[in-house]
Every structure is written in structure tokens, then in C-alpha cells.
């Protein structure tokens, strides 16, 4: 079905496990280029390396940029998430490395990141193509059962244990 064809459209169920991972950088001292740049640019390179081989398990990503850049990626599990960051033949790894060795005592540059496997959620798309979570798992119109965000919400809740 194409994406421009229907005007609201929510998310497939996910996979157990699936994993949302947010990354960003916060640049202090802008004038340290020599600190945040090489920070910046591994973010894409990363992304770059995670596209070329879908079998690491990223399933799909989003670079913001701004005031504080971020990555939203979506993987098949934390599992897979966190081989990627410990593969020495990834690029992760020896950026982590020169980033704890160079880096993590100045304050020049800080880098966070949040980790959340997927459970109760709910996404909506209006006017545009899906985005986020339906993006990177499937998506299907909006209709009886998934109209309202209470109901997309509450649609993968298991039912309430009794005795």
C-alpha cells in the first residue's frame, strides 16, 4: 500500500524485542572543533557502516540535526544493538575508545544515549508518510481498533492476570 494513499496510518505490531535507541552529542565549547568534529562525522559513519549490512540488525535511522544532534534508530533487539557496539571490526567500538580516552573528562563535548525495548506504545502518521517506529516495522491504516491513541496504546497490553 502506498504511504501516500492513506491519510492516517499507524504501525505494525513489532516483533518482540524490537529496541528504539536514541543517541545525541551536545557541543560546549564550539571553538574545540578538533573535540566535537570527529565525534559528529563517526555518527554518519556508523549509519553508513549499519546500512551497508542489514544483518547487524538496525532496521531504520534518522539523523537530526540542530543545536544538539541525534540519531533514532530502530533495531531487531538490544542484542543486536549491543554486538554492534562491542565489534571490534565496527566503527563504534574504537570511537568509544578514543572517545573515553580523549574526551570524557572535558568539557567540551558530551554525548547521551537512551535505550528502550519496545512494549507499550502507540505511533500516528497524518498527512505524511510514516515516520519512526511504522517506518521501521510496517504500518497499516488507521481504522476500528487503532482511531484513537488510548486504543493504540492499550492494543499490545496483555490482559490483566485475575486470582
Request: glycine share 8%.
Amino acid at each position: 500500500m502506498s504511504a501516500r494513499r492513506a491519510a492516517r496510518t499507524t504501525n505494525d505490531t513489532p516483533p518482540p524485542g524490537t529496541t528504539l535507541f536514541l543517541i545525541g552529542v551536545r557541543v560546549t565549547r564550539p571553538w574545540r572543533v578538533r573535540a566535537w568534529l570527529p565525534v559528529l562525522t563517526s555518527m554518519s559513519r556508523m549509519l553508513i557502516h549499519l546500512r551497508r549490512r542489514p544483518d547487524a540488525g538496525m532496521l531504520d535511522a534518522r539523523l537530526y540535526l540542530g543545536g544538539s544532534p541525534m540519531v533514532l534508530s530502530y533495531w531487531r533487539s538490544a542484542d543486536d544493538l549491543r554486538r554492534f557496539a562491542s565489534d571490534p571490526d565496527a566503527p563504534h567500538l574504537s570511537m568509544w575508545r578514543w572517545f573515553n580516552r580523549e574526551l570524557a573528562d572535558t568539557d567540551s563535548v558530551g554525548i547521551w544515549h537512551e535505550t528502550y525495548v519496545i512494549g507499550e506504545h502507540e505511533t500516528i502518521s497524518s498527512g505524511m508518510p510514516p515516520q519512526g517506529l511504522a517506518r521501521a516495522v510496517g504500518w497499516h491504516p488507521v481504522g476500528p481498533g487503532t482511531a484513537t491513541a488510548s486504543a493504540r496504546l492499550t492494543r499490545n497490553r496483555p490482559a490483566p492476570q485475575r486470582g
